[in-house]
C-alpha cells in the first residue's frame, strides 16, 4: 500500500500586464495563505516586490511542498516634459504672439492649451500657434500634455498685452516758400518718436 499525498497549490494571481509612471512604483503582492517561501526572479524572498523599471516578473511560491508560480509584464512610461515658448512675451494690441511645445513626448501624446482659463486648442497639436489678443492686461497660458497616461505638473507662461498708442499731427496744411510750420504729436510720457523724413 502506497499513501498519496495531494498538496494544495493555492491560488496566485499578481493581476494583469500594468503600466505605470516614471518615478512611480506598483507593489506586486504574492501573499497566499499557507505559503512557506518566496521566490521572486531575482531571488528575493519576501511576498511582495516592488517594481520601478520595464520588465517581465515571476514569483514562485511554496505550498506544502507543492510550487505554483505566475508572471507579469510591467510597462514604465516616462512623464512628458511640459515646456513650451512664448514668443514675445510682450506685445501690443493686435500683434501676435506664437505658442509652441519644446518638450519630448511620443506620436500618441495629447496637448490642451488653454489661457486664464479659456480654451486655445486640445487634442494631438503640439503648435506652432498664432495668438491674438485685442485687449490689453496680462494673460497666462497654460499647457498640459499627456502621453501613455502620464501628465506632469502643468506649465504656466505669462503674457503682457500692452495698450496701443494713439497720435494725431494735425490735419493737411500749406505753407508758403521759405516758411515753417510747428508739428507736434504730444502723447503720454515715456514714448519714443520717429519722424518721417527724420529731424533732429
Do not use: E, K, M, R
Not at 496637448?111 to 486640445?122: K, R
Not at 498685452?161 to 493737411?172: E, F, L, R
Amino acid at each position: 500500500t502506497v499513501n498519496v499525498t495531494v498538496g494544495a497549490t493555492g491560488s496566485l494571481n499578481l493581476g494583469n500586464d500594468t503600466t505605470i509612471c516614471s518615478g512611480n512604483a506598483v507593489v506586486l503582492n504574492a501573499t497566499t495563505a499557507g505559503a512557506t517561501s518566496y521566490l521572486w526572479q531575482d531571488g528575493s524572498t519576501n511576498p511582495t516586490y516592488a517594481v520601478t523599471t520595464t520588465g517581465t516578473y515571476w514569483v514562485q511560491v511554496n505550498l506544502s511542498s507543492c510550487i505554483t508560480s505566475d508572471t507579469i509584464s510591467v510597462a514604465v512610461y516616462n512623464v512628458p516634459s511640459q515646456s513650451f515658448s512664448v514668443n514675445p512675451s510682450s506685445v501690443c494690441v493686435g500683434n501676435p504672439v506664437t505658442i509652441a511645445y519644446t518638450g519630448g513626448s511620443s506620436a500618441l501624446a495629447t496637448y490642451n492649451w488653454n489661457f486664464n482659463g479659456g480654451t486655445i486648442s486640445s487634442g494631438s497639436g503640439q503648435g506652432p500657434y498664432q495668438i491674438l489678443w485685442f485687449s490689453a492686461g496680462n494673460y497666462n497660458v497654460t499647457l498640459d500634455v499627456t502621453d501613455n497616461g502620464c501628465t506632469a505638473t502643468q506649465v504656466t507662461n505669462s503674457v503682457t498685452i500692452n495698450a496701443g498708442v494713439s497720435t494725431n499731427a494735425g490735419p493737411d496744411i500749406t505753407v508758403c516758400s521759405g516758411g515753417s510750420v510747428q508739428l507736434g504729436a504730444a502723447t503720454t510720457a515715456g514714448h519714443t518718436y520717429q519722424w518721417n523724413p527724420s529731424t533732429d
